[in-house]
């Protein structure tokens, strides 16, 4: 008896797909993994493709804009801080932000895809980070954009709005 609930266990936890501790994007199908690529300025960005971006790129990015709105999100999220895209969307192009909707990792990719938006993908480069741990290169993505040291720990839940004036971020808010 003890042979065959160690052979089950074995059995489900091979069985069993965790998602989150890395960017999952070993775990998309070939259609999905199609959509994204690297990061080029000189690429031209197309609706709902996902471009790989590290912090670095991203503020010589925004010092081509005067004012931008990163917000760092997870696709399928429940939180009472995550809108619809398009809401984001509609919210930049009021206030005159540049929008960059920048994902942390490709879990439940479907799920924003399937959105109502307009506006091109970003994520997080984890190869920029030098590690395939998601909390590691979100950690230091953030720090980036912060102007904080990559490894600076994080000390509660500032947000994943992030408001800039050119590449200067001027606040970070939780909600719009």
Do not use: R
């Not at 010589?60 to 398009?86: D, G, H, Q, R």
């Not at 970003?122 to 954009?145: P, S």
């Not at 839940?157 to 590449?167: A, H, L, P, R, V």
């Amino acid at each position: 008896m003890k042979y065959f609930i160690f052979f089950v266990l074995s059995l489900t936890i091979q069985s069993c797909t965790i998602y989150g501790l890395t960017n999952d994007y070993s775990k998309l199908d070939a259609e999905h993994q199609q959509l994204i690529s690297k990061y080029s300025p000189t690429k031209e960005l197309k609706t709902k493709y996902i471009y790989e971006i590290s912090a670095t790129q991203l503020k010589t990015e925004l010092k081509k804009y005067e004012k931008s709105l990163v917000y760092i999100f997870a696709n399928s999220c429940t939180s009472k801080y995550c809108l619809p895209l398009s809401v984001y969307e509609d919210y930049a192009q009021e206030n005159g932000y540049q929008l960059f909707l920048m994902m942390n990792g490709y879990a439940n990719l479907s799920e924003s895809l399937s959105q109502n938006f307009s506006s091109s993908l970003f994520a997080v480069d984890a190869q920029a980070y030098n590690t395939k741990w998601k909390n590691k290169y979100l950690k230091g993505f953030q720090n980036e954009l912060k102007n904080l040291p990559i490894d600076t720990k994080q000390t509660g839940y500032q947000g994943s709005i992030y408001f800039f004036e050119g590449d200067n971020l001027i606040k970070i808010q939780k909600e719009l």
